[in-house]
C-alpha cells in the first residue's frame, strides 16, 4: 500500500517571502500522479498542481512549483511571493496511474499561515 | 460550469440512527469518489461510483455504504451512526475512471453525531 507523509504540522511565512512544503511518499509502483491541494477555512479541497512520475520536468503553476525527486520519493511544494490568500491547510497526495480509478492517498497536511 | 455540489452541509445526528449525503458531480463527470476527513484519521477514501457501479472501496465498515444514479449523482449512506462517524465527507469528480484528469472537489458534509 502507498502512503504519504508531511512531517511539517505547521508553517509560517511573510507575505511576498518563499515557503517550501515538504512531501514523501512510499510505493512500489512506476506509473503514479503526485498533486498539492490546498483546503482554505471554506473547506473546499482545491487543486494547486499536479505532477505525472513519468516526466521529470518539474511541474510550475504561476507561484507555485515542486521538486520532484523520483529515487528519493520526495515531492516539495515553493510557493514564492506568498500572498495572504495562500493561508490554508496544504496536502499532498498520491494516485496510481497502475490501478486505475480516482482513489488519492492524502497525507496528513500542513496548516500554513501568511503573516502580513 | 457549475462544481461538485453536495448537500446538505451541515447534518446533526444521534448515535443508532441513519445518514444520507448527496453529491451532484460537474456536468459530464461519471466518475464520483467520497472521503471521510477526521482531526485523527485525516482524509481516507471511502469508495468511487462510476456508470452506476462501486469501483473501488476503501478499508470501511459495511455501515457504509453508496449508490450512484444513471445522471452521475451519488448518495453515500451511513447506518447505526456512531460518534466516530462524525467528520466531514468530501466527494469528488472526475471525467472517467479511466481519465488522467484530476479530481474536482465539493464543499463537504459536516456531519456531526450526538
Known amino acids: 500500500a502507498q502512503t504519504v507523509t508531511q512531517s511539517q504540522p505547521e508553517m509560517s511565512v511573510q507575505e511576498a517571502e518563499t515557503v517550501t512544503l515538504s512531501c514523501t511518499y512510499d510505493t512500489s509502483e512506476s506509473d503514479y500522479y503526485l498533486f498539492w491541494y490546498k483546503q482554505p477555512p471554506s473547506r473546499q479541497m482545491i487543486l494547486v498542481i499536479r505532477q505525472e512520475a513519468y516526466k521529470q520536468q518539474n511541474a510550475t503553476e504561476n507561484r507555485f512549483s515542486v521538486n520532484f525527486q523520483k529515487a528519493a520519493k520526495s515531492f516539495s511544494l515553493k510557493i514564492s511571493d506568498s500572498q495572504l490568500g495562500d493561508a490554508a491547510m496544504y496536502f499532498c497526495?498520491?494516485?496510481?496511474?497502475?490501478?486505475?480509478?480516482?482513489?488519492?492517498?492524502f497525507g496528513e497536511g500542513t496548516q500554513l499561515t501568511v503573516n502580513p | 460550469k457549475a462544481g461538485v455540489t453536495q448537500t446538505p452541509r451541515y447534518l446533526i445526528k444521534t448515535r443508532g440512527q441513519q445518514v444520507t449525503l448527496s453529491c451532484s458531480p460537474i456536468s459530464g463527470h461519471r466518475s464520483v469518489s467520497w472521503y471521510q476527513q477526521t482531526p485523527g484519521q485525516g482524509l481516507q477514501f471511502l469508495f468511487e461510483?462510476?456508470?452506476?457501479?462501486?469501483?473501488n472501496k476503501g478499508n470501511f465498515p459495511g455501515r457504509f455504504s453508496g449508490r450512484q444514479f444513471s445522471n452521475s449523482r451519488s448518495e453515500m449512506n451511513v447506518s447505526t451512526l456512531e460518534l466516530g462517524d462524525s467528520a466531514l465527507y468530501l466527494c469528488?469528480?472526475?471525467?472517467?475512471?479511466?481519465?488522467?484528469?484530476?479530481?474536482?472537489f465539493g464543499d463537504g458534509t459536516r456531519l456531526s453525531i450526538l
Open positions: 469528488a469528480s472526475r471525467r472517467d475512471f479511466y481519465s488522467n484528469q484530476p479530481q474536482h
Open positions: 497526495a498520491y494516485r496510481s496511474e497502475e490501478t486505475s480509478g480516482s482513489r488519492l492517498t
Open positions: 461510483y462510476f456508470s452506476e457501479t462501486q469501483r
